[in-house]
């Protein structure tokens, strides 16, 4: 039964034989034998683990069963899933589709369920890479290597994302709230990946990290200069917008009731 496994699960395929004598059990992927190391390992009763899973990983998996009588032998297609590849905007990348097996695979590279030719920017290699050269967003999208032979085929889906530097779609607006009322500010970047954001008051990192900063309560300390920076692995962006808290007066020295005679001078403070 053909298997699949996303990147970094682990994997056991099994194969069990009888005969007489007891069959010992080797397993192949494509024509080398699998050799056990920190990430795979084997088992006598024909169990093959693979741990860690990398994209490099899949193909055709052969168990042989052999002993003094004959051998007998079954293969498996493992795939990994979708995996997902960053690059940035005008750099060239390279995917690997490691296609191995008995005959060999013919391996050829899908966009979005088109078939890519071996010229232009982006491409497909006789050896199975897939070459995206001066990326662009445009670049952007779902890529599928299919590995044929008469054996079968094994295909492995890759996400391929190309950066885009962080934009504001939205700038906080400068605003005055009376004391005691509800600060709102908000701050809306678009980009890829999708950008993170942080807040600034007077130069001093505030523990918000998302597009909207609400202060309730408003107090006088909350007023001053605000900054929001969206940052991804492409670039980073910034706005700022000022705040006013307005203090409604308040009376702290009411005059006092006077008596003067007639002709003195009233002075009233207050």
């Not at 993170?196 to 505030?206: A, D, E």
Request: with cysteine.
């Amino acid at each position: 039964k053909d298997r699949s496994a996303r990147i970094g699960d682990s994997i056991t395929l099994e194969c069990l034989a009888t005969g007489y004598p007891p069959p010992k059990i080797q397993w192949y992927k494509g024509r080398e034998l699998v050799v056990p190391d920190r990430r795979i390992a084997t088992s006598s009763r024909g169990h093959l683990v693979i741990n860690a899973i990398q994209q490099s990983d899949t193909g055709y998996y052969t168990c042989v069963a052999v002993n003094t009588a004959g051998s007998d032998s079954v293969s498996v297609s493992f795939s990994v899933d979708q995996t997902d590849v960053f690059v940035f905007p005008d750099d060239n990348s390279a995917v690997q589709c490691l296609g191995v097996g008995i005959p060999p695979p013919v391996v050829t590279w899908y966009k979005d369920d088109k078939p890519l030719g071996v010229g232009g920017r982006v491409y497909s290699t006789t050896q199975g890479e897939l070459i995206i050269s001066r990326a662009t967003p445009e670049d952007s999208g779902t890529y599928s290597c299919v590995a044929r032979s008469s054996a079968g085929s094994v295909t492995a889906v890759v996400q391929v994302s190309v950066g885009v530097p962080p934009a504001i779609l939205k700038r906080p607006s400068d605003i005055a709230v009376n004391m005691g009322d509800v600060i709102r500010l908000e701050c809306v970047f678009q980009g890829v990946p999708t950008p993170r954001v942080t807040w600034q008051h007077n130069g001093r990192n505030l523990q918000y990290m998302t597009p909207r900063l609400v202060i309730r309560d408003a107090r006088p300390q909350d007023a001053g200069l605000y900054r929001c920076t969206g940052t991804n692995l492409a670039g980073r962006a910034s706005a700022e917008t000022s705040v006013t808290v307005r203090i409604t007066p308040k009376i702290i020295q009411p005059p006092t009731d006077r008596t003067l005679n007639e002709g003195e001078t009233l002075i009233l403070s207050c």
